[in-house]
């Protein structure tokens, strides 16, 4: 019970911040609109938020799964043929020291204004944490377990599917997390810079117009996207690892689970 | 079978652990080799095994048989290394998931359900590595080194992370499983050792030797109470902590 309310009681608690700020700076509308009049805006124009809403959606979620496909493709790539690491890894590294923002026009040129060229951003800034988290994973399989797999007589094909790749998971499931917090924060980029639908486009367009409450709007059904990603791929990650132990909700620390 | 290595040396990191060595393993019996941490035990097990990674080893290996070792060689290291993500059944039949030949045969299942009900684990088949207690997690491991069926069975001071209590258990446990088998055991315990061997070998020095053996009589699992057994223990302490000295 305790656990349900516990968010409901923040989000008021917040949303009761915004209307101080705005009783005491006395804001006009147009720089903050009151809590009151975006949900009116939020439930008046519904059917135009979640139409953009849709398109963002979809380029987050396919870009996410095209990044770490990818990720997991170039992970097991990198830890099959060792000489792969030495000329692939100067490129991942240097791939993600030019910023994906900086990229964004290009991939504009090349890709056009639909869809294509946003969820080329979603899959650019998720897939090196991927293949670098899955990586790490693979190569940091302790060496007794490998050790014990090659006296059972494992081939190297073996060893790679039947010890690294589930010794990896958890941290797969690191990169997994990283990748759904991130992959919103390329679409809306992706949006900014040239788009005609989806959510940063609407926001961008809201804010010319000075039309803040829908603006405001628009970036709360973004965080509530944004926040029920994070949630699913956490507990899709808790799932692919079940013999880990959280030890930070274990009694040994003194925190329970359910307060 | 018997097995016999000759003029075997490993070197790490170019300093010599041992070199020269001949060590002899007869068929059906239990030999185990004692000496102090860090002497090169664990590197003479890895070399029988062929996992001594990182190291620079020579020598010749011989069977009586013709053929070569490797791949008949089954290894019990000090940790269980059960994998984590397997159930207790799976992890005693990793021999065969990982074997070539990938799916697991009815009679395989079932010799592994056998085993374990052996080791006292039966009715533990479904459950993960995590719930079980220490000894437990060693007996599944006894139980997986037994499902390999290999000629020679190597150990890894196996019982060295248990109680005094467990470590006898699983000492009588692993004295009636592995009857009859060729067994090198590595041990720092004297004790362990003494209960469990045929023959006893000390290694030491630096770069180490291997003493002549020493056979201990009587039937194992000897009592930890038989008189000739303690004397033995006092003698082969003495023999170690010169050594140290």
């Known amino acids: 019970?305790?656990?349900?309310?516990?968010?409901?009681?923040?989000?008021?608690?917040?949303?009761?911040?915004?209307?101080?700020?705005?009783?005491?700076?006395?804001?006009?509308?147009?720089?903050?609109?009151?809590?009151?009049?975006?949900?009116?805006?939020?439930?008046?124009?519904?059917?135009?938020?979640?139409?953009?809403?849709?398109v963002t959606l979809a380029e987050i979620l396919i870009g996410l799964l095209l990044g770490v496909v990818l990720g997991l493709i170039s992970a097991l790539?990198?830890?099959t043929w060792g000489g792969l690491k030495r000329w692939l890894m100067p490129v991942l590294v240097i791939s993600q020291a030019i910023p994906v923002f900086a990229l964004a026009p290009v991939l504009m040129l090349w890709l056009g204004y639909g869809m294509a060229s946003?969820?080329?951003?979603?899959?650019?800034?998720?897939?090196?944490?991927?293949?670098?988290?899955?990586?790490?994973?693979?190569?940091?399989?302790?060496?007794?377990?490998?050790?014990?797999?090659?006296t059972l007589g494992a081939d190297k094909r073996t060893q790679l599917l039947q010890i690294r790749l589930p010794a990896a998971l958890p941290?797969?499931?690191?990169?997994?997390?990283?990748?759904?917090?991130?992959?919103?924060?390329?679409?809306?980029?992706?949006?900014w810079v040239g788009s005609s639908t989806g959510l940063g486009y609407l926001m961008l367009n809201a804010n010319a117009r000075m039309q803040?409450?829908?603006?405001?709007?628009?970036?709360?059904?973004?965080?509530?996207?944004?926040?029920?990603?994070?949630?699913?791929?956490?507990?899709?990650?808790?799932?692919?690892?079940?013999?880990?132990s959280d030890t930070l909700n274990s009694p040994t620390t003194g925190r329970s689970r359910s307060r | 079978m018997d097995i016999r290595l000759e003029h075997a040396s490993l070197h790490w990191q170019q300093h010599c652990v041992f070199s020269d060595l001949n060590l002899d393993l007869p068929s059906g019996l239990w030999t185990s080799i004692l000496g102090q941490s860090g002497v090169g035990k664990s590197s003479l097990l890895q070399l029988l095994c062929g996992i001594a990674d990182d190291a620079e080893i020579g020598g010749t290996l011989t069977c009586s048989?013709?053929?070569?070792?490797?791949?008949?060689?089954?290894?019990?290291?000090?940790?269980?290394?059960?994998?984590?993500?397997?159930?207790?059944?799976?992890?005693?039949?990793?021999?065969?998931?990982?074997?070539?030949?990938?799916?697991?045969?009815?009679e395989q299942k079932e010799l592994a359900h056998y085993l374990l009900s052996q080791v006292g684990l039966g009715d533990k088949a479904d459950v993960r590595p995590s719930d079980l207690s220490?000894?437990?997690?060693?007996?599944?491991?006894?139980?997986?080194?037994?499902?390999q069926d290999r000629p020679l069975v190597c150990m890894d001071e196996p019982f060295s992370a248990l109680d005094a209590i467990n470590r006898l258990r699983l000492q009588d446990l692993a004295a009636s499983l592995l009857s009859e088998r060729t067994v090198l055991m590595i041990t720092h315990d004297p004790l362990e050792a003494l209960r469990l061997s045929d023959r006893i070998l000390v290694l030491q020095g630096q770069p180490a030797r291997l003493s002549n053996p020493i056979?201990?009589?009587?039937?194992?699992?000897?009592?930890?109470?038989?008189?000739?057994?303690?004397?033995?223990?006092?003698?082969?302490?003495?023999?170690?902590?010169?050594?140290?000295?």
């Open chain 2, 134 to 147: 220490g000894g437990q997690r060693q007996r599944v491991a006894l139980a997986r080194t037994l499902f």
């Open chain 1, 118 to 150: 946003k969820i080329a951003m979603a899959t650019l800034i998720i897939y090196f944490p991927v293949t670098a988290a899955c990586f790490d994973g693979l190569r940091q399989t302790p060496t007794a377990y490998l050790k014990l797999a090659r």
């Open chain 1, 77 to 79: 790539s990198l830890a």
């Open chain 1, 212 to 244: 803040v409450d829908l603006m405001f709007a628009a970036l709360l059904i973004l965080a509530l996207i944004a926040v029920s990603l994070y949630f699913l791929i956490d507990l899709i990650a808790r799932r692919l690892v079940p013999w880990q």
């Open chain 1, 171 to 191: 941290a797969f499931g690191s990169g997994l997390r990283v990748a759904a917090s991130v992959a919103p924060i390329g679409a809306v980029v992706g949006e």
């Open chain 2, 215 to 245: 056979e201990p009589q009587g039937d194992t699992p000897r009592s930890v109470r038989d008189e000739a057994l303690l004397h033995l223990q006092g003698e082969l302490l003495t023999l170690l902590a010169q050594e140290c000295a």
């Open chain 1, 1 to 54: 019970m305790s656990q349900l309310l516990r968010p409901v009681i923040i989000a008021l608690g917040l949303t009761l911040l915004w209307q101080c700020i705005v009783w005491t700076t006395d804001a006009p509308r147009y720089i903050l609109p009151g809590p009151l009049s975006v949900i009116a805006t939020l439930i008046e124009q519904l059917p135009l938020l979640l139409r953009h809403a849709g």
């Open chain 2, 65 to 106: 048989d013709g053929k070569p070792l490797s791949g008949r060689v089954a290894w019990m290291a000090q940790d269980d290394l059960l994998l984590p993500w397997l159930n207790v059944l799976d992890n005693v039949l990793l021999g065969a998931r990982l074997s070539q030949k990938r799916n697991v045969r009815p």
